[in-house]
Every structure is written in C-alpha cells, then in structure tokens.
C-alpha cells in the first residue's frame, strides 16, 4: 500500500509560514494544528523568509512577488528561444 504524496498551494504555505512568522507560532504548535510535517513547515518558513529578501528560488515561489517575477522569467526564456529559432530561419 503507497501513500498518497499530498500537495499544497502556494497560498496555503505562506499562511502555514506566516503562523510562525507573524503570529508566533511555534514550529510544532503551526505543524500539528495544519496536519503537515514540521520539517515541511521549516522549509516554507525559510523560503518565504529568502523570498520577501529577495531571493528567487528555484522551486515554485510562494510570495506574489517572486512568482510574478519567476513567470516573467519564464516568459524571456520563451521569447529568447523563439528568437534564436527565428535567427536560424533561412531568409527569402
């Protein structure tokens, strides 16, 4: 028997993050009221601490901020391909 992996949004991880951050919860206390694993907790409270410093991580972002900017860079990627495609196009 597999147990199933369970996902969670992005929102759903800044409000876990933000129990410890900004209402004082305690890693433990956050962890056990939400039902998820406390080292799971620990990770989005890091990634969202890096995040509001400014740091774009390389996982799906969290804060609004660094998700605009991740699908920005998305975007440029996309178009820089499309031009190099174009570039290697034969011209009549």
């Known amino acids: 028997m597999t ?5 969670f949004t992005p929102e759903f991880k800044r409000e876990a993050a933000d129990l410890v951050l900004k209402q004082n919860y305690s890693y433990i206390e956050a962890s056990r009221s939400l039902g998820i694993g406390e080292s799971a907790l620990r990770r989005w409270v890091d990634q969202v601490q890096k995040e509001r410093q400014g740091v774009t991580p390389q996982s799906k972002a969290l804060t609004p901020e660094q998700q605009k900017i991740q699908e920005l860079e998305a975007r440029i990627a996309r178009l820089e391909r499309e031009k190099s495609i174009l570039k290697r196009l034969p011209r009549s």
């Open 3 to 7: 147990k199933q992996r369970r996902s």
